[in-house]
């Protein structure tokens, strides 16, 4: 089991813009987590997702309709949702997406589920450089 004693610089980095944090390795998981309390999730709304997608990639939909799509989608992240839930430690990779990591962490003397997410990022090449 893993301790979160110190928490990474790199959330650490994502958090201070947004949060008033110390920039340090060294903060401790309950700075870090009232840190990221005061973060705003944006919302986004599926339906608009699905739109986007639609528009953006018309051949891959063919005749599915927006209202399908978005059931179709609600299904794959239900059914993703339940895979996440059922480990209970290890990484779910999902390609060209990104990475789950189920972790078991002691906290204040117990044993707590953890879920991070990796997404996964397009390796550059010199034609999207120039």
Do not use: H, W
């Not at 980095?13 to 870090?32: G, R, T, W």
């Not at 986007?52 to 989608?73: D, H, P, S, W």
């Amino acid at each position: 089991m893993k301790s979160t004693k110190k928490v990474s610089a790199r959330l650490l980095k994502k958090l201070a813009d947004k949060a008033s944090i110390v920039d340090s390795p060294q903060a401790s998981l309950p700075q870090v987590q009232a840190a990221a309390a005061s973060v705003e999730p944006k919302r986004i709304p599926l339906a608009q997702i699905v739109k986007a997608a639609k528009q953006n990639k018309e051949a891959a939909f063919g005749n599915v309709t927006e209202k399908r799509a978005l059931e179709i989608a609600r299904v794959v992240i239900a059914e993703l949702g339940k895979r996440i839930d059922e480990t209970q430690e290890g990484a779910i990779l999902l390609p060209i997406f990104g990475q789950f990591s189920v972790e078991k962490v002691f906290v204040d003397g117990k044993v707590e589920r953890r879920v991070y997410f990796q997404s996964s990022q397009a390796k550059k090449t010199a034609s999207d450089i120039n």
